[in-house]
């Protein structure tokens, strides 16, 4: 079993419900990028729905990035520990952070869970945030890259119902595009999308349980 991370009695409503929390969000998530500053470590926040292939996106890039980085993982979920417990079979650290009813992490429980993790001997952080695209955009980490994965399962509006989380992230990927004929979904119109609400982002096409695509995000990312 991994470790949970969760809030403690009092906790949440302290960040979460006090005037301007978004404001003290931020200034929590600063202070964690100047921890991680610190120690030379980078964080990538990844962010994207239930099933649209954040946990298989960390594993591929773990697997494949692991002999040039010392790399943990933060894991993010509502309840369970099977997301912390895939990862952990790679032979890395993995925190899991619990949030019981919240719907996103916030800075003040990847604090927490950084003080788990030994910074110094670490080059990567992977936070694989809550399975969701609109609450998390909002709650910055203090990650130095923030991805948004979805999959063309979603339909093919999935963009323009969720701008927000386009706006906030520097790479996107459109994932499972070997079944986009099935869908019928079309994944170039999805980075048409993608590129109006955001003209800078990065785009990566993905098929990433048959591997396809993860150098291009490797690339994307600067690793």
């Not at 099933?51 to 894991?75: C, F, H, N, Q, W």
């Not at 070997?178 to 980075?191: N, Q, Y």
């Amino acid at each position: 079993m991994s470790e949970i991370v969760t809030s403690e009695e009092g906790e949440v409503l302290d960040i979460e419900l006090e005037e301007d929390f978004i404001k003290r969000n931020d200034e929590l998530a600063a202070e964690n990028r100047r921890l991680v500053d610190a120690y030379g470590v980078r964080v990538l926040d990844v962010m994207g729905s239930i099933g649209s292939g954040k946990t298989t996106l960390i594993e591929k890039l773990v697997s494949k990035l692991k002999d040039r980085y010392k790399i943990a993982v933060i894991a993010g979920d509502v309840a369970t520990t099977i997301d912390a417990d895939r990862l952990k079979k790679l032979n890395v650290p993995s925190i899991q952070v619990n949030t019981g009813r919240e719907c996103h992490l916030d800075a003040n429980l990847v604090k927490k869970a950084l003080s788990k993790l030994d910074l110094k001997n670490l080059d990567l952080v992977f936070i694989e945030n809550v399975g969701n695209l609109i609450c998390p955009a909002d709650f910055k980490l203090g990650a130095h890259f923030r991805l948004v994965v979805i999959s063309v399962t979603e339909g093919p509006y999935v963009v323009s119902k969720h701008p927000l989380v386009f706006l906030e992230a520097d790479v996107a990927i459109i994932n499972k595009i070997d079944l986009a004929e099935a869908m019928e979904v079309e994944p170039d119109k999805l980075v048409e999308e993608i590129k109006r609400v955001k003209p800078w982002i990065k785009v990566v096409k993905t098929s990433l349980k048959k591997g396809l695509g993860i150098d291009e995000v490797v690339e994307a990312l600067g690793l």
